[in-house]
T-cell receptor, first 113, second 112 residues
């Protein structure tokens, strides 16, 4: 298996622009997680899905952030409008069950100027 | 409010010596703890875990110790190797919701 795939790997954008991050989970995994990594706070869970349904989005920072999972093999995390403080590395992870090991993608490094 | 804390942002250790990484947590409801390892430009990968009903779990060169009364866990790497140079994240979850809470990470550098 190719593992969790994320795109793009790097994104540089200007404040106010829309940013869309993409994730393809491992085939057969029913759970998908979006995390954000910053130097100060480490890895923070933003939202997770089970069978394409958002279960807990309490970690989403504000309404500018939204996530969708239209099918079992694809998810997006969108930031609109983006702000410099959104600059971070965003990871997607998937697992076969909620208590099973989460497998992380390589991350998307986002820089908002 | 961070419920899992790694107070040492970095650690430097000589090859062959022991690396000890520490982690503290505030939520007594956590009942499962994990360590993840992360290389640059890669996502974190699972390393080792421990249930709250145990106080020690060993896997090769890696041992995790849990002190529930102190709400403290540690990861020991013996002997340390250059390939162990990475960022190590401590994580915890509660079995009622399984949401992982991560620490900020500790960067380990193993000197040859």
């Amino acid at each position: 298996d190719a593992g969790v795939i994320q795109s793009p790997r790097h994104e540089v954008t200007e404040m106010g622009q829309e940013v869309t991050l993409r994730c393809k989970p491992i085939s057969g995994h029913d759970y998908l997680f979006w995390y954000r990594q910053t130097m100060m706070r480490g890895l923070e869970l933003l939202i997770y899905f089970n069978n394409n349904v958002p279960i807990d989005d309490s970690g989403m920072p504000e309404d500018r952030f939204s996530a969708k999972m239209p099918n079992a093999s694809f998810s997006t995390l969108k930031i609109q409008p983006s702000e410099p403080r959104d600059s971070a590395v965003y990871f997607c992870a998937s697992s076969s069950d909620i208590q099973e090991t989460q497998y992380f993608g390589p991350g998307t490094r986002l820089l908002v100027l | 409010d961070q419920q899992v804390k790694q107070n040492s942002p970095s650690l430097s250790v000589q090859e062959g010596r022991i690396s000890i990484l520490n982690c503290d947590y505030t939520n007594s409801m956590f009942d499962y703890f994990l360590w993840y390892k992360k290389y640059p430009a890669e996502g974190p990968t699972f390393l080792i875990s421990i249930s709250s009903i145990k106080d020690k779990n060993e896997d090769g060169r890696f041992t995790v110790f849990l002190n529930k009364s102190a709400k403290h866990l540690s990861l020991h790497i013996v002997p340390s190797q250059p390939g162990d140079s990475a960022v190590y994240f401590c994580a915890a979850w509660r079995s009622n919701d399984y949401k992982l809470s991560f620490g900020a990470g500790t960067t380990v550098t193993v000197r040859a």
